[in-house]
């Protein structure tokens, strides 16, 4: 899947865990739906040249070209359904230890969804090194500042991560086959679909996109916002 697919997939199953997330408050919520948003992105690491590689530079560039070469090529270690979600969410159960490196892991989840949502972006700030850090970072030191060591990190990590892999195992370049690659290469294909082919953009995109809106509106307190005010200004529909 294209990399704006997999963050609003990301973001989608953010805001459909929402009443089991292992957060407070809007803010928290707000965090945890962006967080996962981000991670979907996450997998991609082992390419270089991907949207998680160029994101900040060498920053990104030199961990993504090592990510490679221990996950075996593109699609393969960092996309295997069960050491993906593990792996990545060990390193960051680590991360969330410390506010420096959650901090560190919120920024990258914010950076790589402004990446990946550019598209619906005013501007092109966010495609920009300097100004992808500034935002991202930024961002995160709002939605981190009630809350310096997030233990629920490494769970929005593995959801993003398993999401990104999902999405992938519906393509025709799929996913390898969970643990059995690692001895022999193998690939699991669900569904015939084509990276970026016009059902992804035309029939994908427009669903994740609903489906987001309607979930966040669903799962948070926007509807005891909106609807009295709707009931007030269409008193004929209560």
Same mark, same amino acid.
Not at 90 to 103: E, F, I, K, N, V
Not at 178 to 200: C, D, M, N, Q, Y
């Given at each position: 899947? /294209?990399?704006?697919?997999? #963050?609003l997939s990301g973001l989608a199953a953010g805001a459909a865990t929402l009443p089991w997330a292992p957060v407070q408050g809007t803010v928290g919520? $707000? #965090?945890w739906v962006a967080a996962v948003g981000g991670f979907a992105m996450l997998p991609d690491l082992d390419s270089s040249g991907s949207t998680v590689s160029d994101m900040w530079g060498p920053i990104t560039? @030199?961990?993504s070209g090592? $990510?490679?070469?221990?996950?075996?090529?593109?699609?393969?270690? &960092?996309?295997? #359904?069960?050491?993906? %979600?593990? @792996?990545?969410?060990?390193l960051a159960m680590a991360a969330a230890a410390a506010a420096w490196s959650s901090l560190l892991l919120m920024a990258l989840a914010i950076g790589l969804a402004l990446r990946a949502l550019n598209f619906v972006i005013p501007g092109r700030v966010e495609n &920009?090194?300097?100004?992808?850090?500034?935002?991202?970072?930024?961002?995160?030191?709002?939605l981190l500042a009630h809350s310096p060591t997030p233990e629920w990190l490494p769970w929005? $990590?593995? /959801?993003? @991560?398993? &999401?990104? +892999?999902?999405?992938? #195992? +519906? !393509? &025709?370049?799929?996913? %390898?086959v969970p643990l059995i690659w690692v001895f022999h290469r193998s690939r699991l294909k669900l569904l015939p679909i084509r990276t970026g082919a016009g059902v992804e953009?035309?029939?994908?995109? %427009?669903?994740? +996109?609903?489906? !987001? $809106?309607?979930?966040?509106?669903?799962n948070t307190g926007a509807h005891d916002t909106v609807d009295p005010l709707v009931h007030r200004l269409l008193p004929g529909l209560g």
């Amino acid at each position: 899947m /294209l990399g704006h697919s997999h #963050a609003l997939s990301g973001l989608a199953a953010g805001a459909a865990t929402l009443p089991w997330a292992p957060v407070q408050g809007t803010v928290g919520q $707000v #965090a945890w739906v962006a967080a996962v948003g981000g991670f979907a992105m996450l997998p991609d690491l082992d390419s270089s040249g991907s949207t998680v590689s160029d994101m900040w530079g060498p920053i990104t560039d @030199v961990p993504s070209g090592a $990510v490679g070469r221990l996950a075996q090529g593109h699609r393969w270690g &960092t996309h295997d #359904a069960v050491l993906g %979600p593990l @792996v990545f969410g060990a390193l960051a159960m680590a991360a969330a230890a410390a506010a420096w490196s959650s901090l560190l892991l919120m920024a990258l989840a914010i950076g790589l969804a402004l990446r990946a949502l550019n598209f619906v972006i005013p501007g092109r700030v966010e495609n &920009t090194v300097i100004g992808n850090l500034v935002l991202s970072w930024g961002g995160a030191w709002l939605l981190l500042a009630h809350s310096p060591t997030p233990e629920w990190l490494p769970w929005a $990590v593995a /959801l993003g @991560v398993l &999401t990104h +892999i999902a999405g992938d #195992a +519906i !393509t &025709t370049a799929g996913i %390898p086959v969970p643990l059995i690659w690692v001895f022999h290469r193998s690939r699991l294909k669900l569904l015939p679909i084509r990276t970026g082919a016009g059902v992804e953009k035309l029939v994908l995109v %427009p669903l994740l +996109i609903a489906a !987001t $809106v309607c979930l966040v509106y669903l799962n948070t307190g926007a509807h005891d916002t909106v609807d009295p005010l709707v009931h007030r200004l269409l008193p004929g529909l209560g």
